[in-house]
């Protein structure tokens, strides 16, 4: 297995994952915050798809896709809303379109260039150009977790032997 199709792999299967957790949430459901501040369905799938949009435009130069005002609400670091007026089909189709560019993206990219140092802004844990498209690859993961929490809250039946 390339490094190339691990990456792939790795995206490909958070989105199963994310699609097998979130698949019976209705819209007021995926706006339940499962804690004060605690992130909600449709902020975590906005959010991945701004991160790809970020990490990408880094990497390539070239302008952001999505537009600022996502960014600005949806990026890292910003608050979670409870209601944030999306509906769980339009973050999912977001993600959904940022995952198809990440992974056409992924598959074009030019594998010399892996250690390269990263581009300005990413913390001293990532300090090249391959360790950025791993983190591309594993961010979606941290929020799976979150998301099972967001299930237990709603009184979800498990999945795949999960919250």
Same mark, same amino acid.
């Given at each position: 297995?390339?490094?190339?199709?691990?990456?792939?792999?790795?995206?490909?299967?958070?989105?199963?994952?994310?699609?097998?957790?979130?698949?019976?949430?209705?819209?007021?459901e995926?706006?339940?915050? @499962?804690?004060?501040?605690?992130?909600h &369905?449709?902020?975590m799938l906005?959010?991945?798809?701004?991160?790809?949009?970020?990490?990408?435009a880094?990497?390539t130069?070239?302008?952001?896709?999505?537009?600022?005002?996502?960014?600005?609400?949806?990026?890292?670091?910003?608050?979670?809303?409870?209601?944030?007026?999306?509906?769980?089909?339009?973050?999912?189709?977001?993600?959904?379109?940022?995952?198809?560019?990440?992974?056409?993206?992924?598959?074009?990219?030019?594998?010399?260039?892996y250690?390269?140092?990263?581009?300005?802004?990413? @913390? @001293?844990?990532?300090?090249?150009?391959?360790?950025?498209?791993?983190? #591309?690859?594993?961010?979606?993961?941290?929020?799976?977790?979150? &998301?099972?929490v967001?299930?237990?809250?709603?009184?979800?039946?498990?999945? #795949?032997?999960q919250?």
């Amino acid at each position: 297995m390339t490094v190339k199709e691990l990456i792939t792999n790795q995206l490909q299967a958070s989105k199963f994952l994310f699609d097998a957790f979130s698949k019976d949430f209705t819209d007021a459901e995926a706006q339940v915050q @499962p804690c004060p501040n605690g992130n909600h &369905l449709n902020w975590m799938l906005v959010h991945m798809a701004v991160s790809e949009d970020s990490m990408i435009a880094a990497l390539t130069g070239q302008p952001k896709k999505l537009s600022e005002a996502l960014h600005k609400s949806y990026g890292g670091g910003s608050v979670c809303k409870s209601d944030d007026g999306m509906t769980r089909s339009e973050a999912l189709k977001l993600y959904g379109d940022s995952l198809n560019r990440t992974l056409d993206f992924v598959k074009s990219f030019d594998e010399s260039r892996y250690n390269e140092k990263a581009p300005a802004g990413f @913390p @001293p844990l990532f300090p090249t150009v391959g360790s950025v498209l791993g983190l #591309l690859a594993a961010h979606p993961f941290w929020h799976v977790g979150q &998301l099972t929490v967001n299930r237990q809250v709603l009184k979800k039946p498990k999945v #795949l032997g999960q919250g």
